[in-house]
């Protein structure tokens, strides 16, 4: 087994309930919508999504012939799969982003919605998803701001004793990290992504405008400023646009699911379908197949 980071664990977590559905986000849930739905390509064969939790925002990828939600928690990947049902179209992964069970560049899109915050080597996850990625490819990302404007006046008043202008990621609560702008982007280019496009998102990221306003209001508003992250980022939540440089191949679309993977423990290719579980023919590791949730985090014993 590789030494790979810790996993913020939402195992058995209400996330998406008490977050999204009671937890007085839909502002920013609408403004998000709003933010995918400038950057997402109008069509496209196969879409990685990662840390897709409930597949909140997955029924907005409605361009894609199929999609594979990926995350490290299969009671999340669980209630996806209720909201989304069971069908072709949608794929349930259960694996580490840094140990990514995938052939390299077969995805022609990928999203990272609210998960690179729970990144502790953040390069290093971004750099495995590029493996994964054909050139051409778009990778939409969202990251949480260091250098958002309420912790810039909160360190100028000197409520905050970490600096939002350099570069290093800060880690305010265990495994949840703020990112600054200028390093992600460093990062990315030095991966071999393009910068397209930046959006800022939830300006209005505040209780009393919250109380004051209906989310669709504010959403709309937001939608209106997202753009000037072209020229400035001082919000929470900064959606980024990269892609792959190089020329744009063809997926094969009637790839078996089968033919996805590889082993995340040697990395071998054409694994076998073995209907409870999935056989690595080189280093004979099995990986279970619970309720059509593919399990890549630990082999079987
Ligand atoms: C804040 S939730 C976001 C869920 C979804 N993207 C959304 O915006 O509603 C973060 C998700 O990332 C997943 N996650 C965290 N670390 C991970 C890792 N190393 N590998 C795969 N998934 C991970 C968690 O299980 C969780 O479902």
């Known amino acids: 087994m590789t030494n790979t980071p810790p996993v913020c664990n939402y195992e058995g977590s209400d996330y998406?309930?008490?977050f999204?559905?009671?937890?007085?986000h839909e502002y920013e849930d609408r403004a998000e919508a709003i933010a995918l739905k400038?950057?997402?390509p109008k069509n496209g064969k196969l879409m990685l999504e990662l840390g897709a939790g409930a597949g909140r925002n997955t029924p907005r990828y409605t361009g894609f012939e199929r999609i594979v939600l990926l995350d490290y928690s299969t009671t999340q990947l669980a209630q996806a799969q209720e909201r989304l049902g069971r069908c072709d179209k949608y794929i349930y992964v259960a694996a580490d982003i840094y140990r990514l069970p995938f052939l390299d560049r077969l995805f022609d899109s990928a999203t990272m919605i609210r998960s690179l915050h729970h990144m502790a080597d953040a390069p290093k996850a971004l750099s495995q998803i590029r493996k994964v990625l054909q050139p051409n490819a778009i990778l939409i990302l969202e990251f949480a701001n260091k250098l958002n404007l309420k912790s810039i006046l909160r360190y100028w008043l000197g409520k905050q004793?970490?600096?939002?202008f350099t570069l290093e990621p800060v880690e305010f609560v265990k495994l949840n990290f703020d990112f600054h702008p200028k390093a992600i982007r460093n990062w990315?280019?030095?991966l071999g992504f393009s910068i397209e496009k930046i959006l800022t998102v939830s300006h209005f990221r505040l209780g009393l405008l919250k109380r004051l306003f209906s989310p669709k209001l504010l959403a709309a508003l937001d939608g209106l400023f997202q753009p000037t992250g072209a020229l400035w980022q001082f919000t929470p939540s900064v959606f980024l646009k990269a892609k792959?440089?190089?020329q744009s191949q063809n997926i094969e679309t009637a790839l078996n699911v089968i033919d996805l993977f590889?082993?995340?423990e040697c990395g071998s290719g054409n694994m076998q379908d073995k209907k409870e579980h999935l056989l690595c023919p080189t280093c004979q590791a099995r990986w279970a197949v619970n309720d059509g949730i593919f399990d890549f985090r630990n082999k079987m014993k």
Do not use: I
């Not at 999204?20 to 007085?24: F, N, S, V």
């Open 262 to 264: 590889k082993c995340p």
């Open 38 to 40: 400038r950057m997402l």
């Open 16 to 18: 998406q309930q008490s």
């Open 188 to 190: 990315l280019g030095e």
């Open 20 to 24: 999204w559905e009671q937890g007085g």
């Open 161 to 164: 004793d970490w600096n939002p």
């Open 244 to 246: 792959v440089k190089g």
